[in-house]
C-alpha cells in the first residue's frame, strides 16, 4: 500500500506541475512583485537610506540587518577614507560619549576607551590627521548649544528628565527649546549631515535611586516630541535632519544586558555607529555589500547597446511572425560539464529564421529581470546570516526529496550518465545552500564545498575522452566548439548586462581553461585513436607520457607564480582573467584545484583499461569486483571518507586547509565514487530528482549571482518582504524556472551560431572574434566596477 501511494504521488506531481506551467507560473509572479515593489516605493515613501535609519532587526545575538537593505562593515582605512578632513561632532550626555567612542573605534579599532579620553583631553592625536572628531557636552537642549551645533548632532532627553523630575513643564519647555534649535538644524543640514537620535530606552529595574525617575514612558513622549518637531520644521518644503531610530530599535533588545539600566551594552552602541558610517559613506564609497544609501549609477554604453539589441531582436521577431510562422523543434543539449553529447531519439527539423530571434528576446526578458534583481533599485536585498541549522536543515530536506525521487537506472556502468547527473544535481543543490546561508564562514562545511567544487573538474576530466573521441576534433566536427559556447554564454550576456568582469563568475573560466588544456593535450602529435589503442597496448604509455607533460605543465605554473602571472597578464589574455585590476584571484582558484583534472583524466584512463581488460563486473546487480576486493576497497573508501571529514573539521584557518586540498581531494571524491559504485544494487538506482537539476546545473551556478542571491552573491534577494521563509520559497522557485530557460535558450543559440557547415563556421567564428575585441576595449576604457 505504501508503495502504491508513493507511485500514485509521483503520477499526480509529474501530471499536474510541468516545468511549462511552472515557468508561466513565475513569469506572473514576477510581474506581480514587480508591481507591487514598484508601487510601495512610489505610493508607501522612503527608500534605503530611511530603511537603515528606522528600522531593522536582529539575526542571531550581535548581528544587525537593516529593513530591505545590507549594511556595509566598514573597516579602519575605509572610515579614514570616507570621513578625511570632514568635522564630525557628536553632542549629548554620557551615553553619546560611549556612541561617541564606538565611532572612533571604527576609525582605529585598536584605540581603547581610556585612550579616547586621553585624546579628548589633550586634543592631540594621529586620528585629527583623518578625521576631526569632536565630542561635545550638553546635556540639555538649550540656548547655548546653538553656538556649538555642527554636522552631527543630538540632544540628551534623560538628563532634562532627571534634573527637573519628569515634569511636564519641562516637556514643553524641552518643546519649546528644540523649536528654536530646529531652525538652526535645518540651517546645517544645507552644509552637512545633520542627524537626530531618538532616545534609548532604559532598563527600570536596575537604574540607580538618582535616576529612577527616567522611565520608558517619559522617554517616548520626548522622542515623539522631538519627531513632531523636526518633521513640522521643514526648510524648503521638507526636513533635512535625520531621525535616527534605528540604534533604539536595536537597544530595546539588549538593554536587559545594560550594567546600570542607562548605558547600553557595546555591542549595542556598535550598531549605532556602524549605522552612522553606512549613511555617511555608502554614497561615496559604494561597497558592494553595502546596499543602504546607494544611488544605482546609470546604464553604461555597453548595457545601452546590449538593450538596443534584444529590442531590435523583439522588432524582427515581430516582422517575421506579421510575414508568417515558423515552427521548430528543440535539438537536445549535450551536456556540457560531462563533456559528451546526448543522441536525440529523432533528427530534428532544422530551426526557422524565427527560432534565434525568439531565443534572444526571450534571453533580454530574462537579462531585464536580472538588471532590476541587482543593479535597479526595485527589490529589496538583505544580508546573509550562518546558523548551523540554515544550512543544515535545507540540506537534510533536498536530500529527502532525493530520496523520494529514487528510481532504477537504464545503465549499470560506473558512473553512468544517469549518476553523474545525479552527483552534478546534489552537488549543485549542496552548493546554493552553502551560498545562500553564507556557510563559508564554517570551516568543515568550507572545506567540503570545496571538495564538490574539485568534484565538477574532476568530471570534466573524466568525461573528456582519453582517444575515444578523436572525432569531435576539427572542423567541421563542432562539439568542442559548441561545448565552449554552451559554457561562456550565458556569462558573456552578463558580463555586458550586469558590468562585470569574466573572472567574476570564477567557476566558468575555470571549466573553459581546462576544457581547453585536455583537448590540446590530446590533439597534440601523437593523436591515439581508438584503433590503434586497441591494435596495440604500446599507444597506452604514449597516453601516459601525454598525461606526464599535462602534469610537468601544471606544476611549472603551480610552482611559479611569476611565470603564472607574466603569462596572464598579457592583454587581451589579462581581460579574461583579471578582477579589480588584479590576477590573484584567478592565481587562488586556478591554484586550489590545479591537479584535479588530470586525476579524472587518469582515473579515466584506468577505467578504460580495466574494462579492456574485463576486470569489472557491471551488469545489473552485481559488484563492480569479486567479494573480496569489492569489500576491500569498500572498507578503504570509507575509511578515507571519514578521515577527511575529520581532517577538514580539525583545520584551524582556510589558509591551512587550502594549503592541502589540492593534494587531498581526490581521495574524498574517488571515496565517494567507490562507495557509490562497487554496490551492483547502488549503481542500479539513482535520483531523478537531483539528476534533473543536474542537467543544469552550470545554468543554476552562474544564475544565482543576480537573481537568487543579490548584491554580488554578497547579500539575498527580497522579494517577499518580512517573510524570510516565504520569500526564499518564491526566489528559489522564479529561480530555477529562469535557469531552465536559460539552458533552453543556449541550446537553441548554439545550433545557429555553431552551423556544421565548415564555411559558414569560419565566417560566423570571425564574426564573434571581431565582436569580442571590440566588447573587451570598450570594457577597458569604460570606468572600473568593483568585482566579487
Known sequence: ?????????????????????????????????????????????????????????????????????????YKSNEAKTCLAEKRVAFVGDSRIRQLFYSFIKIIAPEQREEGIKVIMRTNTSDLRVFVKNDFLWYPEANNSMKERLSSWIRVSIAWSIKLHSGSREA??????????????????????????????????????ENRKMITNQQLDLYNEAATEVLSNSKRNGSSRVKLLAASRQAALGTIAQSDDGLHMPESTRDVGAMVLMNSVCNKLLKPIDGSCCQTKPPPNLLQKLAACFFLGSALVLLVLHLLGNNHHRRPVPPDVES????????????????????????????????????????????????????FFIPLICIFVLGVFYSENSKETKLLNRDQTDEWKGWMQLVILIYHMSGASAFIPVYMHVRVLVAGYLFQTGYGSPVWDKYRYFGLPSVFPLQVLFRLNFLVVVLCVVMDRPYQFYYFVPLVTFWFVIIYGTLVMWPQILQKKANSSGMWHLVVLIKLLGLLLFICCFAFSQRLFENVFSVWPISELFELNGSIHEWWFRWKLDRFVMIHGMVFAFIYLVLQKRQVLSEGKGEALFSGKISNLLLFFSVVFFITYSIWASSCKTKTECNEMHPYISVFQILAFILIRNIPGYARSIYSSFFAWFGKISLELFICQYHIWLAADTKGVLVLIPGNPSLNIMVSTFIFVCVAHEVSLITNDLAQVVIP????????????????SMAVLLLARNSHPTPGM
Not at 756 to 771: C, F, H
Request: glycine share 8%; charged share 20%; with cysteine.
Open 756 to 771: 556544421k557547415d565548415s564555411v559558414a563556421l569560419l565566417k560566423r567564428l570571425g564574426t564573434m572574434g571581431l565582436l
Open 171 to 208: 516637556l514643553q519647555q524641552y518643546k519649546v527649546n528644540l523649536t528654536a534649535i530646529a531652525v538652526h538644524l535645518q540651517r546645517l543640514a544645507d552644509h552637512g549631515e545633520v542627524y537626530w537620535m531618538l532616545q534609548d530606552p532604559v532598563n527600570e529595574e536596575v537604574l540607580s
Open 339 to 390: 563533456l559528451e553529447e546526448k543522441k536525440p531519439v529523432t533528427a530534428a527539423a532544422p530551426p526557422g529564421p524565427k527560432a534565434p530571434f525568439l531565443a534572444v528576446c526571450k534571453m533580454g526578458i530574462i537579462m531585464g529581470y536580472f538588471y532590476l534583481c541587482d543593479r535597479a533599485d526595485v527589490f529589496m536585498k538583505e544580508q546573509k546570516f550562518y546558523t548551523h541549522s540554515t
Open 1 to 73: 500500500m505504501a508503495v502504491l501511494a508513493y507511485s500514485l504521488g509521483k503520477r499526480i506531481i509529474n501530471q499536474h506541475f510541468t516545468i511549462k506551467n511552472a515557468k508561466l507560473i513565475s513569469l506572473a509572479l514576477v510581474i506581480s512583485l514587480l508591481v507591487f515593489h514598484t508601487a510601495s516605493r512610489y505610493y508607501g515613501g522612503g527608500d534605503s537610506c530611511e530603511w537603515l535609519l528606522s528600522r531593522g532587526r536582529y539575526l542571531g545575538e550581535n548581528v544587525w540587518q537593516p529593513y530591505g537593505c545590507i549594511m556595509h562593515k
